[in-house]
Structure formats: structure tokens, C-alpha cells
């Protein structure tokens, strides 16, 4: 992801000189926060240190209450939905080559180390993908804070279902990736001028860059 990227997750526009002290207070509280999601967007590591913390609260609120058990797997599926975003390219390849023009409308991966290198852009960004997964978190808090959502159901299904799902979704991605020839997690550009094990190390594997 470039640094600037951030911007576009929803900046604040100017303040209008005739709105109201409420108004404004909304707006400079919105740009404060913006700013610090922008000076957190190359600190990945601190980042995801949060959401670990973050995460681990909520289980922990979630196993003691005992309950709100809906809650919970929603933000197991909202998450789940997320993470397949962040693992899948922005144009799945299959579209691209079913198009009937023909012609090159957008990048597309590379299946060989003689074609061009082109990098790998996610459908949903890494950075993105944190505060989307974080807001879900922060709601699914205040929704423990409501009596209404605490609705009784048989967990062990729940979980059960949950991880038949994340198996086989998972399993399908990873199919998916298998037969388009694509590791979202690999960075740098391939060196193709090698020759031997060096260039079968920069295949198709190492030849995508991750480029959040």
C-alpha cells in the first residue's frame, strides 16, 4: 500500500464557517482520527500487535459471558468474508480470459517466468482489511452490551458449522490460487536473467509482489 493510500478510507471534507460548534467539533475529532490512521498505515506490525490484543479481549469477554453466541459467529463470518478479499487478486483471472474483446483491460498474473512481471494487487488492501476487521470487533463489543442480541441458540453447532465453512471456503481459495498460479504473501520482482535453481526460485511463486 502507498502512504497515502489512507486518505481514501473516508477523509473529512472542510469545516463550513457558518456550521454549527457540534458540527465542528464532529469534524476536527474525524480529521484527528483520519491523521492517525494515516501515520499508522506503515506500521504493520504495531497494527496487527493491536488487533491480536483487541481480539483476544473480545474471546475472552465472549467465553465469560457465556452467551451472544450469534454475535460471535457473525464476526466470524464477517471476518471470513474479509480475509478471502484479502487473499483474492482485484480481477479474478477467469473474467479476464472469458472477456470477448480480447483486449488487456486491466493487470492480470503472470503464469510463466517469460512473461512480464506484473504485481499482485489485492481486491481488498491490507490496510483495509485491518480497520474493516477492527470496526467489526469494536461493534460486536457494544452489540455484548445489548441483552437483545443474547440470543439462545446451541453454540456447538454454530462452531461446528463455522468450521466446516472456513475449510471449505479456505480450500476452495486455495484451489483457486493453485490453478491461476498466485501466493499473495510473496514480495519482490522475479529475477528472470538467472539460470538454473535461481530462476525456478523466482517462478511464479516468487514473481507476484504484494502490492497492498
Do not use: C
Not at 506490525?45 to 459467529?73: K, N, Q
Not at 463489543?141 to 443474547?150: A, E, K, R, Y
Request: hydrophobic share 45%; no cysteine.
Amino acid at each position: 500500500m502507498h502512504a497515502g493510500e489512507a486518505y481514501a478510507y473516508g477523509a473529512p471534507g472542510p469545516i463550513d464557517a457558518s456550521a454549527s460548534p457540534f458540527a465542528k467539533a464532529q469534524v476536527d475529532a474525524a480529521r484527528k482520527i483520519q491523521t492517525f490512521l494515516d501515520r499508522s498505515v506503515p506500521m504493520r506490525a504495531e497494527r496487527w500487535g493491536a488487533y491480536a490484543v483487541v481480539m483476544l479481549l473480545y474471546l475472552v469477554r465472549a467465553y465469560f459471558l457465556r452467551g451472544y453466541y450469534i454475535v460471535t459467529y457473525g464476526l466470524g463470518i464477517y471476518n471470513l468474508n474479509l480475509l478471502i478479499g484479502f487473499l483474492s487478486p482485484q480481477r479474478d483471472p477467469e473474467s479476464l480470459r472469458a472477456s470477448a474483446d480480447g483486449e488487456d483491460d486491466g493487470p492480470m498474473l503472470p503464469t510463466s517466468n517469460e512473461q512480464e512481471f506484473k504485481p499482485f494487487v489485492r481486491r481488498l488492501p491490507e490496510f483495509k482489511f485491518w480497520l474493516m476487521s477492527m470496526k467489526s470487533i469494536g461493534t460486536a463489543f457494544v452489540m455484548t452490551l445489548i441483552p437483545v442480541f443474547d440470543i439462545p441458540v446451541f453454540w456447538p453447532i454454530l462452531l461446528m458449522y463455522f468450521i466446516a465453512l472456513f475449510v471449505m471456503t479456505m480450500k476452495q481459495q486455495l484451489k483457486h490460487m493453485i490453478k491461476h498460479k498466485y501466493v499473495p504473501f510473496t514480495t519482490g520482482k522475479p529475477k528472470h536473467g538467472d539460470s538454473g535453481g535461481s530462476g525456478r526460485a523466482g517462478g511464479v511463486g516468487g514473481g507476484l509482489k504484494n502490492n497492498d
